[in-house]
């Protein structure tokens, strides 16, 4: 197949494309299937919309090539505003005229422009979102003010296309849906409402010895994702004795101001030697971080039920996240993770398990078994997505 992809420029693509990396720091649940469609054979170009398009491209994975990725300018405020989706939407055009495509495959914020062109040019298109901030709006509210604030969004629930395929990532992509898709006999697409998969990696066993404790965040630091809670959350633990427990965060620092911010929050509580952050780390290394972590945290403010969660449960940790419904049908609280309504009771209950290795053991245990009853694979969730695409292509 010859597919065109329109996307963001997501952490995880930047790192392969723009920096060279040859493992990529996030965003699996777009960056395996696109390895597979390319480790398959399959020729796969990428219109990426960056603010950034004369960045030079530095590739070492083999299988990205820099001739099929092609930058356009986006932006998301000013008047590029309004001139990033016309100058998308006409870079699409061009290439759907230059090269004979059999499907285009839309991602993200991105994805209803390619929707729009590939309509207008008659080729087969799927829409692929990774959640939503539109829950709360487009269920408590008229769909005509959705459409005026967030048109973009609006237009990706309306047009027709083969398929949208939108990760349960707790956010209520599925009621958004029901809001806003076109009410009619034959709906315009087909929805698939689908958990990432997971791929446990085989750790060392614990090498954090008990005197040392550390609580881990990894997200991409983000105002949103309230990395300043897990201060909070260390604060309270510190004044309940537990001296020695330390806080990690890992990822992509995407919000600057906001790291100084909680810098500044944890050295005005006299916790700044215990409040470090790591970047970026590969695969193997994360699973042994979740290993060794005492508790994996998860405070979102919008939805827990993202990747590091996933992940984390997958390789028998001990998550302790927001109880905002997302991770309901995942987590029982107490049995195989922790869910708190703010940061003095996830306090109080970690500070429970800090006095009690052996209920700490059973809930990782619980963690790990229940997780392999209720994820797919990565390679089983891909292996689904690549079955949409090609029934798309081929009806």
């Not at 919309?49 to 001739?67: A, F, M, N, R, Y």
């Not at 230059?98 to 309509?119: C, E, I, R, T």
């Not at 109080?348 to 790990?368: F, Y």
Request: net charge positive.
């Amino acid at each position: 197949m010859n597919i065109l992809y329109v996307t963001p420029m997501w952490s995880g693509l930047k790192d392969l494309i723009l920096e060279g990396k040859t493992e990529p720091r996030g965003m699996p649940a777009f960056l395996r299937p696109l390895k597979r469609l390319r480790d398959e054979g399959h020729q796969v170009t990428l219109l990426v919309g960056t603010p950034t398009p004369e960045q030079p491209l530095v590739i070492s994975v083999p299988w990205l090539v820099k001739e099929d990725v092609i930058c356009v300018k986006w932006q998301a405020n000013g008047t590029q505003k309004l001139l990033s989706p016309w100058r998308m939407y006409q870079a699409v055009r061009q290439q759907l005229k230059l090269k004979s495509y059999d499907f285009v495959y839309g991602h993200g914020s991105l994805s209803v422009v390619g929707n729009l062109a590939a309509n207008h040019a008659n080729v087969p298109c799927g829409m692929r979102l990774y959640g939503t901030f539109l829950a709360d709006k487009a269920t408590g509210g008229p769909a005509t003010q959705v459409r005026k604030q967030h048109p973009l969004e609006y237009y990706a629930y309306r047009l027709p296309k083969k398929f949208m395929l939108m990760t349960n990532d707790g956010t209520r992509g599925n009621h958004v849906y029901e809001a806003l898709c076109p009410k009619q006999t034959e709906p315009p697409y087909r929805f698939h409402f689908w958990l990432n998969g997971v791929e446990p990696t085989k750790s060392e066993g614990r090498k954090t010895a008990e005197d040392q404790p550390f609580l881990f965040f990894p997200a991409r630091l983000a105002r949103w994702k309230q990395q300043h809670l897990a201060v909070e959350l260390l604060h309270e633990l510190h004044e309940k004795g537990h001296k020695t427990l330390r806080l990690q965060f890992a990822g992509h620092i995407q919000d600057h101001a906001y790291w100084k911010e909680i810098q500044a929050r944890a050295k005005q509580l006299g916790l700044e030697r215990y409040v470090t952050h790591i970047g970026t780390r590969p695969a193997q290394e994360m699973a042994q971080l979740y290993n060794d972590a005492f508790a994996v945290l998860s405070l979102y403010q919008v939805s827990n039920l993202g990747n590091v969660s996933i992940e984390a449960l997958a390789n028998g940790a001990l998550v302790a996240a927001l109880k905002d419904g997302s991770l309901d049908e995942v987590i029982v609280d107490g049995e195989n993770g922790l869910l708190f309504s703010d940061t003095k009771e996830g306090a109080d209950k970690l500070a429970a398990l800090l006095a009690d290795p052996s209920a700490t053991a059973r809930i990782r245990e619980e963690a790990l078994r229940r997780a392999g009853t209720s994820f797919d694979s990565w390679s089983e969730r891909i292996t689904r997505e690549m079955d949409l695409i090609e029934a798309a292509v081929q009806t």
